[in-house]
């Protein structure tokens, strides 16, 4: 049984939340809070497995106090949000302060709606149960770049192309990895499981905080050096080959793995597009999304990474591409990107 406390200054949405998550047989919400502080004292006294957390709330918003428990009381936490710019933006710092999902409260008051939302926050609660969230006890990171100065061999780097998926856990992940690569690496494409206009969000932020051009892809979009293009929220992104470089082109097709964007539809046009001039990296993430094709890109010739079970909030995607021989190498998150750029230096013949 999964113990969710639940917090909300709005007893609307508390009882939609705590009725809705009720429904699931494995789910127990053992309580409620109108703010934080009164949720600081239950986290204390009740000891929940999982926290929902709005992130507007009074008195002190949900990111000033992730910042504040995360060091002395981490919990998984999942974020419940209202889907606009400015949750969106707040979102993004929320998740890197130690939360481990995002779910967009329902934008009407359709049953509908209402339901998918639930199915989808059921689904995370189950997924940060699993989390390990121990290391933000003594966080010794930053978004920053370390390594600036490393040069890339010339040979074929027009043809070369990184790939990197995520889920749970994902966004401190990648920008994690972007701050151990040099900024003149091959183009990077992301497909991270995130909302719309979350994705949108996030990449403005590690525009801001890494040295690489980061947008949200718009479909064309070219991958070049130094650029670094994350797919959209609820669209797949996938690479077509285009004279001398990439491209990427979006779509609204159904769910692979149970997600869109998919990691397996970006990684399964990697190893069809580039081959042996591709690189894919599996980060932390719950399922197993991306494993199947990183394993076709494996096959295909292109050199593959995963996130070790020690430095992933949640070792189900990485897991599962190493029990099927997909994984080049199983790596902590800062030795990937030196990982990397020694795949980027290897002549491909």
């Not at 932390?284 to 990474?305: H, I, N, P, Q, Y």
């Amino acid at each position: 049984m999964i113990r969710v406390l639940v917090v909300d200054d709005s007893s609307v949405a508390r009882s939609m939340i705590r009725r809705g998550l009720e429904r699931y047989p494995d789910i127990q919400v053992i309580g409620e809070s109108p703010d934080v502080y009164d949720a600081r004292d239950r986290i204390v006294n009740d000891n929940p497995d999982v926290i929902t957390l709005d992130i507007r709330m009074p008195r002190m918003d949900g990111v000033d106090f992730l910042k504040r428990l995360m060091p002395q009381y981490p919990k998984p936490v999942v974020v419940v949000s209202a889907l606009d710019q400015f949750g969106a933006e707040t979102v993004v710092l929320a998740l890197e302060a130690g939360a481990v999902d995002v779910v967009s409260k329902p934008g009407g008051a359709g049953g509908r709606k209402v339901n998918e939302m639930m199915d989808e926050l059921a689904a995370k609660v189950r997924s940060a149960s699993c989390a390990d969230v121990s290391s933000w006890r003594n966080p010794q990171w930053s978004l920053r770049s370390r390594n600036l100065s490393q040069p890339i061999a010339a040979k074929g780097a027009r043809d070369r192309l990184i790939a990197v998926g995520a889920s749970t856990g994902g966004t401190i992940a990648i920008g994690r990895l972007l701050a151990s690569l040099s900024p003149n690496v091959p183009g990077i494409a992301v497909s991270l499981h995130m909302p719309p206009v979350f994705t949108e969000k996030f990449a403005e932020r590690l525009h801001q905080s890494t040295p690489f051009e980061v947008s949200e892809a718009i479909d064309g979009d070219l991958l070049r050096q130094g650029r670094v293009l994350v797919a959209p929220g609820d669209r797949h992104m996938e690479v077509a080959k285009r004279g001398c470089g990439y491209v990427v082109h979006l779509s609204d097709g159904p769910k692979v793995s149970g997600h869109r964007p998919s990691v397996d539809i970006l990684f399964a046009s990697v190893a069809r597009e580039a081959g042996g001039y591709g690189i894919g990296v599996l980060l932390t993430g719950m399922g197993r999304d991306g494993a199947s094709e990183l394993k076709t890109l494996r096959d295909a010739g292109g050199r593959t990474v995963v996130q070790d079970q020690t430095t992933s909030v949640v070792w189900g995607m990485p897991m599962e591409a190493d029990r099927i021989g997909a994984a080049e190498q199983v790596l902590p998150i800062d030795k990937i990107g030196a990982a990397v750029q020694s795949y980027l230096g290897d002549a491909v013949e």
